[in-house]
């Protein structure tokens, strides 16, 4: 039997924490008792100055519940958190297996354990983990990336999947579908459906207006050059720019603002897939079709509300 230690942090998202427990208990429960796969142990980091860990340790990091990047910055040195990052290291050196999801992926690359590493946060931190952590390479769109013996998790509810892909790793894949099951789960393969452009180029000025400009001019071809002359920057000086922040190249930055602008058309309007696609740059709607399968996984039908055409 694996134990796992599951970080209690104060101020913690108590869903998150609580996520980890249930498929822990349902997993054991469904495991039945000659062979129960997890001892869970709930570790208080608010009074958790040392912890003996061992090689066969699995340690879980839970939400830390921040809503702004501000915040995250001056959670991140709080006492407790430092400590945090210290226990992190101490289990990591141990041999333990350590796993995190939204905010709390961060005390696993503040403790240095995400270098050199693919790794995923949450969406809308995603531009604040790169600046602070440039030694990772970030995989924002997904919600799931095991590079066991580390793994991390997108958004606060990832940590659901998070918890089945560790229940898969050391309990087996038919214990996790079985959990799955049990509990009602779909299972996703990325958190790109989600990802706001407007929100993470909000976060640069120059970013911004070239965000701005190309829903502006969303309906025909525009060049790269035309679209880093919006933000003011030369073009390989907007593309190094965009890839820090929003973590796309100008290419697929164009193609996603065009593709929420569909959504968008597809969702709220009759209008026929062809004029959808005209509307967005596109001249033939199997492009759109294409794009749409591949960045949102629907079909331009599975997105209308009230029988338009597809």
Known sequence: MRRVIVFDLPGGLASSLAI?????????????????????????????????????????????????AAALDDRLAEPAMRRAVRLLAAARAAGAVVAGSCAG??????AGLLDGRRATTTWWLASAFRRRFPAVELVPEQIVVA????????????????????????????????CARYLLLDRRASQAPYMAITFMAG?????????????????REVTMDELAGAAGLAPRTFARRLKAVCGLSP??????????????????????????????????????????RRDAGRAPSGLRRRGGQA
Do not use: C
Request: no cysteine.
């Open 20 to 68: 980890t427990l249930d498929v822990l208990a349902t997993a054991n429960a469904l495991a039945g008792r000659r062979r129960a796969v997890f001892d869970a142990v709930r570790l208080k980091i608010a009074r958790a100055a040392r912890f003996e860990f061992a090689a066969d340790d699995i340690v879980i990091v839970p939400g830390l519940g921040t809503a702004t």
């Open 105 to 110: 992926t961060f005390l696993l690359a503040e």
């Open 147 to 178: 590079d066991w013996p580390l793994a991390t998790a997108g958004a606060a509810m990832a940590q659901m999947d998070l918890m089945l892909a560790v229940v898969a790793q050391f309990g087996g894949a038919a214990l996790a579908e079985d």
């Open 203 to 219: 976060q640069d000025p120059q970013v911004a207006r070239a965000e701005s400009w190309l829903r502006r001019h969303v309906d």
């Open 251 to 292: 290419v697929r930055f164009a193609q996603r603002i065009r593709l929420e602008t569909a959504v968008t058309l597809l969702e709220t309007t009759s209008l026929a897939v062809d004029e959808v696609a005209r509307r967005v740059g596109y001249a033939e709607a199997s492009t759109l079709r294409r794009l749409l």
